[in-house]
């Protein structure tokens, strides 16, 4: 009573680090097997309202144990994802990951850097994946880089040093108020949403993003592209970038770039290129002439977390112009001063090239995962995909119940069910049940686009686990669930002709 304790500090170390060990070489066990036979189980499941509960608990105040912690991991978590690991995830598009890239992430949390600068090895790596990713793309060796969360911080660092060094006022420092004309920019009506939020959050406005129709491949029309251009010229306004597609998420269509290029040299605009998925193709040699034109934008933004399998997230956005890219994030605080010697030197400050100061270790899960593979290794899967989605359009062609929507030109294929006695709506209605019975049987997870007014069936083929069986399955379940549906709706039509 009133014995004054003795002071101990705390840490958030492990209070039995032998106990912790084991619990860690259990995890590591566990996952591995949960890779393993990722195969085994439905590629998605519904969460019981009870576990979805488990998730409105109060917070934690005392401590928990560790193995209890994992324990409720197993039984809530873990089951529940919406299942781009399995061999018949092929929705939007989306990474599968590998064994080893996880644990390349617990190494990064383990050496837990901040990669933001100094004089220590992960800035080093960075450099060396950025050199890589060159390499891979053809790209110019003197360009910046970064390594970003994804396509969409790549497209809006990009689009960020097109607006910066194609102001004829200095935005950094007047804002947009300096601006005496609207700044408008180009893409194809197939661009992804992230470049209207990049364009958003730039204070260029979505209105100055001109939405250019795209030719039957889906590919931007680069004669109404050049109209666009000069109209927007003689209204007044300065046209300052254009943005290419290599890959769009609706059918995997890559505009032109070669003629892209031409139209933004011609013109003086800034050429940013969204890559995410299809800028990686250049690693298949049949496929790389399609990316033609590829190195000449002045940006390009791409994922590593989608067809390089690398686990979330991971992207990259490169810059032709490594001057024009520093202007735009590197305003400086005392606080981070440059030195010469000690852990403050070092050969590049990242966080002058983006968003973001404090950046995890994204860089060595790249670069374990291309030495384990080499860009040979990817480039075969890559076409494997592309191979396995032309497979899949063969099916659908074949099958005279189902409906190719687009042509496929890369990995993308977009199909439906029909049948010649219902029309389009009851079409989409149709095979958007379809769709709802394909995740919740767990037998696959495709996901759905609206392609000239018909909803399709969309298949993204970004799967290293993939197999020609595993599209098989999916055109026979297709077909399955469309004849139950049309055969439920005739006896329902049945019923109220009897009524
Ligand atoms: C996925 C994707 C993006 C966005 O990338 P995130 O990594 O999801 O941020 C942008 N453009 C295209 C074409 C994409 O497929």
Same mark, same amino acid.
């Given at each position: ?30 996952? &591995? ?15 019981? $309202? ?56 617990? *190494? ?76 408008? *920019? ?5 661009? !992804? ?13 979505? $209105? ?54 031409? &139209? ?61 890219? !520093? ?10 001063? !440059? ?33 384990? !593979? ?22 659908? $062609? ?21 049948? $010649? ?79």
């Amino acid at each position: 009573m009133g014995k004054s304790k003795a002071h101990t500090d705390e840490s958030l170390d492990p209070e039995d680090w032998e106990a912790l060990r084991r619990l860690g070489l259990l995890m590591v066990n566990d996952m &591995i097997t949960f890779l393993k036979t990722v195969h085994e189980r439905p590629a998605w499941q519904p969460m019981p $309202e009870e576990i979805r509960a488990t998730f409105k608990q109060p917070l934690p105040v005392e401590p928990q144990s560790p193995n209890e912690i994992y324990q409720d991991f197993r039984q809530y978590v873990q089951p529940f994802l919406k299942g781009n690991t399995h061999p018949r995830f092929w929705g939007w598009v989306e990474g599968t990951g590998t064994p080893f890239g996880m644990l390349a992430e617990m *190494l990064a949390a383990g050496l837990n850097p901040n990669v933001n600068f100094g004089e220590q090895s992960p800035i080093y790596v960075e450099l060396q994946v950025l050199d890589w990713c060159k390499q891979m793309l053809g790209y110019p060796g003197e360009a910046s880089g970064l390594i970003v969360s994804g396509g969409s911080e790549a497209n809006l660092v990009g689009l960020a040093v097109a607006r910066n060094a194609k102001a004829n006022f200095n935005v950094a420092r007047d804002g947009l108020r300096g601006a005496s004309q609207r700044l408008t *920019l180009y893409g194809s009506t197939e661009m !992804h949403n992230s470049i209207q939020k990049a364009v958003e959050l730039l204070g260029l406005g979505s $209105e100055s993003l001109r939405r250019v129709p795209v030719d039957s491949g889906f590919r931007i029309d680069v004669e109404v592209l050049k109209n666009a251009i000069a109209e927007d010229r003689a209204r007044g306004e300065r046209p300052f970038c254009v943005v290419g597609n290599a890959g769009t998420v609706n059918s995997g269509a890559i505009d032109d770039l070669q003629s892209l290029a031409d &139209i933004a040299q011609h013109e003086g605009l800034w050429f940013h290129i969204d890559g995410a998925f299809g800028a990686l193709a250049a690693l298949a040699p049949n496929l790389r002439p399609l990316l033609k034109g590829m190195e000449r934008a002045d940006s390009l933004g791409f994922d590593l977390h989608k067809w390089m399998s690398v686990p979330y997230e991971a992207g990259c956005v490169l810059v032709r112009n490594a001057e024009q890219h !520093h202007r735009v994030f590197s305003s400086s605080g005392a606080y981070l001063a !440059h030195a010469v010697r000690g852990a403050a030197a070092g050969p590049v400050w990242f966080g002058e090239y983006g968003v973001q100061l404090s950046r995890a270790f994204k860089a060595l899960k790249i670069w374990m995962l291309l030495k384990e !593979h080499g860009v040979e290794k990817y480039g075969r899967v890559i076409q494997q995909n592309v191979d396995q989605a032309r497979y899949l359009a063969t099916l659908v $062609e074949t099958a005279p119940e189902l409906e190719l929507l687009a042509p496929v030109g890369l990995n993308v294929v977009c199909f439906r069910f029909t049948d $010649e006695r219902l029309d389009d709506s009851q079409l989409n209605d149709l095979n958007q049940e379809i769709l709802m019975r394909l995740h919740e049987r767990g037998i696959a997870v495709p996901s759905s686009t609206v392609l000239q007014g018909k909803y399709a069936l969309r298949v993204a083929v970004t799967n290293h686990r993939s197999r020609r069986q595993d599209f098989d399955v999916l055109r026979q379940e297709v077909i399955t669930q469309g004849r139950s549906l049309v055969q439920q709706s005739d006896l329902e039509d049945e019923a109220n002709r009897v009524a």
